[in-house]
T-cell receptor, first 114, second 114 residues
Framework: DTEVTQTPKHLVMGMTNKKSLKCEQH?????MYWYKQKAKKPPELMFV???????INESVPSRFSPECPNSSLLNLHLHALQPEDSALYLC?????????????FGPGTRLTVT | TQLLEQSPQFLSIQEGENLTVYCNSS?????LQWYRQEPGEGPVLLVT?????EVKKLKRLTFQFGDARKDSSLHITAAQPGDTGLYLC??????????????FGQGTILTVHP
């Protein structure tokens, strides 16, 4: 089973709202990732969690706040977003120490900021 | 900074034609993944190549990793409309503080017309 699930599938929020994106995997992977993807472009890395600890933050604005409650769950808390933050947000996971660094992606959350 | 140059950026062909997508870099990668992404969905891992000179086949898709592990290609034989999508190559490097950071190519948007 190589499934990563994400909820919600679609999200529309105003610039003053607070919302959260959720990601879950049950593959025993110990590395989890958040990406942002604009249409027809490659994913851009935002955050990496390794063994539930934040290991990489790609200088993401503080209006995006990641959280890893346990090894299977990853959240992305959103607050005071801008219209340019509208994008597909992807979660991915990989087996830490696998050597091949394969990442398995979820279906994404399509976020629209109005 | 590592870069992966992917070409062509767009490819529009008729059903039954063959095609090749290239990913080239001046950097060495420990592994390279190929993904296919359909609109509104997350990237799906097609293959991982690890050894220089490696060739892997997945039905009508043939993947090669260059001897020096700096480049890769994806060849599709007798393309079908179901092959339509965004193809992404992504290179990985071993360990350390860069763990989890894939270097993505710019992507190839493939359209196969019936």
């Amino acid at each position: 089973d190589t499934e990563v699930t994400q909820t919600p599938k679609h999200l529309v929020m105003g610039m003053t709202n607070k919302k959260s994106l959720k990601c879950e995997q049950h593959m025993g992977h110990r590395a989890m990732y958040w990406y942002k993807q604009k249409a027809k472009k490659p994913p851009e890395l935002m955050f990496v969690y390794s063994y539930e600890k934040l290991s990489i933050n790609e200088s993401v604005p503080s209006r995006f706040s990641p959280e890893c409650p346990n090894s299977s769950l990853l959240n992305l808390h959103l607050h005071a977003l801008q219209p340019e933050d509208s994008a597909l947000y992807l979660c991915a996971s990989s087996r830490r120490g696998s050597g091949s660094y394969e990442q398995y992606f979820g279906p994404g959350t399509r976020l629209t900021v109005t | 900074t590592q870069l992966l140059e992917q070409s062509p950026q767009f490819l529009s062909i008729q059903e039954g034609e063959n095609l090749t997508v290239y990913c080239n870099s001046s950097s060495v990668f420990s592994s390279l993944q190929w993904y296919r992404q359909e609109p509104g969905e997350g990237p799906v891992l097609l293959v991982t190549v690890v050894t220089g000179g490696e060739v892997k086949k997945l039905k009508r898709l043939t993947f090669q990793f260059g001897d020096a592990r700096k480049d890769s290609s994806l060849h599709i034989t007798a393309a079908q409309p179901g092959d339509t999508g965004l193809y992404l190559c992504a290179g990985a490097n071993a360990g350390g503080t860069s763990y989890g950071k894939l270097t993505f190519g710019q992507g190839t948007i493939l359209t196969v017309h019936p």
